[in-house]
């Protein structure tokens, strides 16, 4: 199983800042990879994916977040903030964990409030 093309340009450029963060030369990677020179280049110009067995063993040597990876969108996963609730996450027990899922939702819908808000209002004018 590859990754698709999308995946392929998200995973080549984040294994080419990776790459450049440990201050390796794509051939000491490659080495370190245990794979081809060709295929550490094709891997960051996004001509071909690793099988999900290399994906895996890339993203550990590498420290590569592969969820950064498969499951993008558009909120920042590499702030302190960020990494801290993950180091925190396997700390809690189940109780904890629902807290911090109520108060999660409870401010994603605060914070979805004024623009609901502002919607209902534009509607109400409109319909003057």
């Known amino acids: 199983m ?12 984040a294994l080419k800042k990776a790459r450049k963060k440990k201050h390796l030369t794509q ?16 891997l960051e110009r996004c001509r071909c994916s690793p099988s999900i067995e290399n994906f895996y063993h890339i993203c550990r040597l590498l420290d590569i977040s592969a969820d950064d990876c498969i499951f993008q969108d558009h909120h920042d996963r590499t702030g302190s903030t960020y990494q801290e609730l993950l180091r925190l996450l396997p700390l809690c027990d189940e ?3 629902s807290v911090l899922v109520s108060t999660a939702t409870a401010l994603i ?3 979805s409030i004024p623009e609901l808000e502002r919607l209902s209002v534009t509607v109400c004018s409109n319909e003057k």
């Open 2 to 13: 590859s990754l698709s093309i999308n995946d392929a340009k998200v995973f080549g450029a």
């Open 27 to 42: 051939a000491q990677c490659a080495e370190l990879l245990e794979h081809s020179l060709s295929f550490q280049k094709d």
């Open 95 to 97: 109780k904890a964990l």
């Open 109 to 111: 819908r605060a914070d």
